[in-house]
């Protein structure tokens, strides 16, 4: 079963502009991880975010981490068609897996 | 790259035969997850073996089996194909076992699986 769902599940820009990734998630988390697949290929890992952390960056990437909410979002700033893909978050807790959500399939436009 | 092989990348299997998927993990990774990738969807966690033990398990028939080898390598043996079983498997490997601490994982290209 899929614990997080992102939100959009698809999502167009025009290059340059920002894109933002919402994902939600059910049970409590060690830690949540975002992925990037290119057209159903193997998960790129993006970046993790601890559950005692709020907010972190990585070269253009955001993510923010809102545990009582049991929400995260990813932004991408200044977008690129390079980063045309799906995106994923996936939630790590006590049980020994990553438990992911549906994606959200990101088009960016040149 | 992550360093994480798969082979094949693809196969073509007829319903009710065996398969087995191979991977190679990350130098220095002793743990392994395979994730079933259906069209559309995201990853579902098939089961995790860490020192050779399978150690965790999703929700998948015990027609999924696999091995954890002593260099950390993996195999995902499936018999009794069905249609349904059609998917993108994925082998993840990392440091530790998932869900301890804050281990990442890092994945392989896949194998795209097709039963006709």
């Known amino acids: 079963s899929q614990q997080g769902e992102e939100d959009p599940q698809a999502l167009s820009i025009q290059e340059g502009e920002n894109a933002t990734m919402n994902c939600s998630y059910k049970t409590s988390i060690n830690n949540l991880q975002w992925y990037r697949q290119n057209s159903g290929r193997g998960l790129v890992h993006l970046i993790l975010i601890r559950s005692n952390e709020r907010e972190k960056h990585s070269g253009r990437l955001r993510v923010t981490l809102d545990t009582s909410k049991k929400s995260s979002s990813l932004l991408i700033t200044a977008s690129r068609a390079a980063d045309t893909a799906s995106y994923f978050c996936?939630?790590?807790?006590?049980?020994?897996?990553?438990?992911f959500g549906s994606g959200t399939q990101l088009t960016v436009l040149p | 790259e992550t360093g994480v092989t798969q082979s094949p990348t693809h196969l073509i299997k007829t319903r009710g035969q065996q398969v087995t998927l191979r991977c190679s993990s990350q130098?220095?990774?002793?743990?392994v997850s395979w994730y079933q990738q259906a069209l559309g969807q995201g990853p579902q966690f098939i089961f995790q073996y860490y020192r050779e033990e399978e150690n965790g398990r999703g929700n998948f028939p015990p027609r999924f089996s696999g091995l954890q080898f002593p260099n950390y390598s993996s195999e995902l043996n499936v018999n009794a194909l069905e249609l349904d079983d059609s998917a993108l498997y994925l082998c993840a490997s990392s440091l530790n076992q998932l869900g301890t601490g804050n281990t990442e994982a890092f994945f392989g290209q896949g194998t795209r699986l097709t039963v006709v």
């Open positions: 130098s220095g990774h002793n743990t």
């Open positions: 996936a939630t790590a807790g006590s049980a020994r897996q990553l438990t």
